[in-house]
């Protein structure tokens, strides 16, 4: 029971480098020397990358709406109160 409470910090330190390590050495193995065959690459990309429909009509009404609130924008907005006063201002 001694030698824990010696030797704990100790203990937790080489056990929080072991855990780094190997962390370390599957990061870099995954990373770096994977070993896929040229089928299994092929396979992989076929499932994962498909081509996606051009959706022309949402896409035309998406910039419809686009130009509209940039009309919208444009025009400035008439006060018709005085903020200072409270009075109307006509």
């Not at 029971?1 to 193995?29: I, Q």
Request: charged content about 25%.
């Amino acid at each position: 029971m001694f030698f824990w409470y010696r030797h704990y910090k100790g203990m937790f330190f080489c056990g929080f480098l072991a855990v780094l390590c190997l962390g370390g050495f599957f990061w870099h193995k995954n990373l770096y020397r994977y070993q896929w065959t040229e089928d299994q690459k092929k396979t992989y990309i076929e499932q994962h990358f498909k081509e996606t429909q051009f959706k022309e009509r949402a896409f035309e009404e998406s910039v419809a709406n686009l130009n509209e609130r940039a009309r919208l924008h444009e025009t400035n907005p008439v006060l018709s109160r005085n903020i200072f006063s409270g009075a109307s201002a006509k």
